[in-house]
């Protein structure tokens, strides 16, 4: 190919994509279009389509906040999008009657005008939007997007295809219907997100920590700890709680076990039967390290003092959790190994605990079911497999399925397994509010734990405390609001 073949062809494909930048511009604005300036190409679909995901990549690092980690998993969710449309956009060619060329035109056009819609809608969730938006401002930017990009295709249905309106508006209608269905389907997955554990690392709250002090002092408070724990009752079926929180940069882990050690020592008799094991900051002397090492000795100590053919154990575990399910255990300096689902159903196997509730509150816990299951295990997770849980943040006081569960639902329903329906619903109705793809709460109720917990719930101190904090709850509500009782 010559010198001048080479600019010649360049010149034109640069031509071809001016044309459709600007035929994207005016279709997206409702500007006067002439449709025949479109200029359908292999070539220039696959440049639209670069330079739509460079706008989404860059609008989507715009939108985070530092320090930023790039999510490889993010162009699979974009690449899924992307495809889903293009199939919609057939299917709506079909509808009309559209041919081959006239096709490749719609698509050109949609992903033409798609670069200032993209650009304009991701500005105002940017702006206007913010980290939790109401309801009603999330619903309005979600129909918004979606009426724009029906008016979009509608008139390329009527200029292209010259479709009848009502025909046109049909398919323009079954697209924009299975683009809103594309959300709910295809699971949500960012490019960028908030790297926490290098914030974590490189902000103060971890200055001045005395690594070498914090792992001498652990065998001494863990002893201590330890030490306090009572007895089992013979012939009364008790229950341990053993509270893991563990991620020491955010605060709101460590509210969550604060709050579950009182909250069932008051309601579940759980009193001179529950530990804390906690990775923050401002816990350092008061609670031993969340880490493999105490979880395991704290098993071992639970189990030598309940009777673990009688006794249950509550394991409540909260923090961040990544898609290779591992439960994120950060204190910063300290270099704490993460944990996997195998390796806490090692330790519990070692303690030889047998009857266990088991609660995991992080992103994509669902992950830990499947190793954890035993007949006499009843597990909770605050996601799917695959799915992230929302809450967690340097900001917030509580995740979502945290207040969900412990905060709302077992505050009117005192039964685990009861009280996760509760939650569930809840948890998944915050989230369509708020625009997030749902997490989908799991559980899994082992054959025989059901029963062994209608025995834990029968029994008349844990009825009674039932019962005591009850009125409690009750009181508080008759002198302030729900949220104050909390």
């Known amino acids: 190919m010559s010198k001048l073949t080479s600019e010649r062809l360049q010149r034109r494909w640069l031509d071809d994509l001016g044309c459709n930048l600007s035929s994207g511009l005016r279709l997206a604005f409702w500007m006067r279009l002439n449709v025949s300036r479109l200029r359908v190409s292999l070539g220039q679909l696959i440049t639209l389509a670069l330079l739509l995901f460079a706008v989404d990549f860059i609008t989507a690092y715009a939108q985070v906040e530092p320090p930023r980690a790039f999510n490889l998993y993010g162009i699979d969710y974009l690449a899924a999008i992307y495809l889903f449309d293009l199939l919609l956009i057939l299917l709506g060619a079909r509808l009309v009657g559209a041919d081959t060329h006239q096709f490749g035109k719609l698509v050109t056009g949609m992903l033409g005008a798609s670069l200032p819609v993209t650009l304009v809608m991701q500005c105002v969730a940017w702006l206007m939007l913010g980290d939790y938006p109401s309801p009603l401002i999330a619903w309005g930017y979600l129909a918004l997007a979606l009426a724009w990009n029906l008016l979009i295709l509608l008139r390329l249905l009527r ?25 709910w389907l295809i699971p949500r997955i960012e490019l960028w997100y908030t790297d926490y554990r290098s914030e974590g690392v490189e902000q103060s709250p971890f200055r001045g920590l005395n690594v070498e002090d914090i792992y001498y002092a652990q065998p001494a408070l863990m002893h201590q700890r330890l030490a306090e724990l009572r007895e089992q009752r013979p012939g009364v079926v008790d229950l341990y709680l053993l509270a893991f929180a563990g991620y020491g940069p955010e605060n709101v882990f460590l509210n969550e076990v604060e709050y579950v050690q009182e909250q ?36 071992g100590a639970i189990a030598d003092r309940m009777d673990t053919n009688e006794d249950i154990l509550f394991l409540f575990m909260t923090s961040h959790g990544s898609s290779d399910h591992r439960f994120s255990v950060e204190m910063g300096p300290l270099q704490l190994d993460d944990l996997t689902a195998p390796e ?30 035993t007949p006499e295990t009843l597990i909770i997770t605050a996601a799917s497999a695959d799915r992230t849980s929302f809450g967690c943040g340097s ?21 685990f397994i009861e009280a996760f329906e509760r939650a569930r619903g809840w948890v998944t109705e915050r989230e369509v509010q708020d625009g997030f793809t749902p997490s989908e709460p799991q559980r899994f109720v ?23 904090a009850d009125e409690e709850y009750r009181a508080c509500l008759a002198q302030s609001d729900t949220l104050a009782c909390r």
């Open 264 to 299: 069932f020592d008051n309601r579940y008799d759980t009193g001179g039967r529950s530990l804390i094991l906690a990775n923050n900051v401002d816990a350092v002397h008061r609670y031993p390290l969340a880490n493999r090492h105490n979880l395991s000795n704290a098993l």
């Open 446 to 468: 082992g054959a025989r734990i059901s029963d062994k917990l209608d025995a834990y719930y029968a029994d008349p101190r844990v009825q009674q405390a039932l019962i005591n």
């Open 159 to 183: 200029g292209i295809v010259g479709a009848r309106s009502g025909r046109a508006f049909a398919a323009a209608l079954v697209y924009t219907l299975g683009s809103l269905a594309g959300l």
């Open 395 to 415: 900001q917030s006081d509580f995740t979502y399925f945290g207040t969900a569960f412990f905060k709302q639902a077992l505050m009117e329903e005192p039964r």
């Open 344 to 373: 806490l159903r090692a330790a519990l196997d070692d303690a030889g605990i047998r009857w266990r509730v088991i609660l995991v509150s992080s992103c994509y816990s669902g992950g830990f079911i499947e190793p954890l299951k």
